[in-house]
């Protein structure tokens, strides 16, 4: 049980291009959805954290403009990268909670912008 | 403001025994989870501390001291395929931060 699948797995596209990406948790409702962003050889920082049929609460220095971030039900958020840049190419990963249970992680996004 | 600190790298024999430790500063602190990430791949659940002492899940064991601020992950009977990297992570109200991880590498 607790299956968090993410998609795309992998995303290449050209700089100026908004790219969307999907966390669905597949048994169980995600009433908590996290958003992390990892760059090469680095730990996991997290961007924000979505509760469902509310806004999102971003990190310090973490631009709400350009990662906007739905989360309109209680299986799905998802992550757009507007308007992206060689320098948001990164691995991004959500996870995804019910109340009072552990974070289960999706199998992550890589974002590449040329 | 939070911290976790671990070593960067760790290299053991294959069927050695290996501990990672972290030390953590924290403003709110519910417990001490540990992940395992291969390259590539996205992080995976090893286990949880809240409470001080020892839990053991087959070859892996966790430990906690809430008073020292501090965990360690230990692994047993190494085997290659723990080469990954290893990230203790303070879980708050609300959220998950991650340590810097630490990349096992299990040598022959």
């Known amino acids: 049980g607790a299956v968090v699948s993410q998609h795309p797995s992998w995303v290449i596209c050209k700089s100026g291009t908004s790219v969307k990406i999907e966390c669905r948790s597949l048994?169980?409702?995600?009433?908590?959805m996290f958003w992390y962003r990892q760059f090469p050889k680095q730990s996991l920082m997290l961007m924000a954290t979505s509760n469902e049929g509310s806004k999102a609460t971003y990190e310090q220095g973490v631009e709400k403009d350009k990662f906007l971030i739905n989360h309109a039900s209680l299986t799905l958020s998802t992550l757009t990268v507007t308007s992206a840049h060689p320098e948001d190419s990164s691995f991004y990963i959500c996870?995804?909670?019910?109340?009072?249970?552990?974070?289960?992680f999706g199998d992550g996004t890589r974002l590449s912008i040329l | 403001g939070q911290s976790l600190e671990q070593p960067s790298e760790v290299t053991a024999v294959e069927g050695a025994i290996v501990q990672i430790n972290c030390t953590y500063q924290?403003?709110?602190?519910?417990?001490l989870s540990w992940y395992q990430q291969h390259d590539g791949g996205a992080p995976t659940f090893l286990s949880y501390n809240a409470l001080d002492g020892l839990e053991e899940t087959g070859r892996f064991s966790s430990f906690l001291s809430r008073s020292d601020s501090y965990g360690y992950l230990l692994l047993q009977e190494l085997q290659m395929k723990d080469s990954a990297s290893y990230f203790c992570?303070?879980?708050?109200?609300?959220?998950?931060?991650f340590g810097t991880g630490t990349r096992l590498t299990v040598i022959p």
């Open positions: 996870s995804a909670r019910d109340k009072g249970e552990p974070q289960h």
């Open positions: 048994d169980f409702q995600a009433t908590t």
């Open positions: 924290t403003s709110g602190f519910y417990g």
């Open positions: 992570a303070v879980t708050g109200a609300n959220n998950l931060f």
